[in-house]
């Protein structure tokens, strides 16, 4: 019963170091896109210097349950949704 509790305590442990990583890779990201925020909602063409940018967020934001990206992602969507396929 202990190797099935330290099993589970391990995994759990794995999982949030790898939460750990993403959030190192987002934060410059985040930074970015916060200073840029004013550019990309006053152009109504998705800006291709943001391009790479924009995209790790929104896919990173399909995988984390974190609001604040949903609301972002919902934002980029429909300013940009013709770029992503989206009607």
Do not use: H, W
Request: hydrophobic share 35%.
């Amino acid at each position: 019963n202990n190797m099935k509790l330290a099993n589970n305590k391990t995994d759990n442990l794995i999982k949030d170091e790898n939460y750990v990583e993403v959030y190192d890779i987002l934060d410059p990201i985040l930074e970015l896109i916060k200073t840029k925020c004013n550019y990309i909602i006053s152009t109504n063409e998705c800006p291709e210097d943001l391009r790479y940018y924009l995209d790790s967020l929104l896919y990173a934001t399909i995988r984390l349950d974190i609001d604040e990206l949903m609301t972002f992602k919902d934002k980029i969507t429909k300013i940009y949704g013709q770029y992503y396929g989206l009607p």
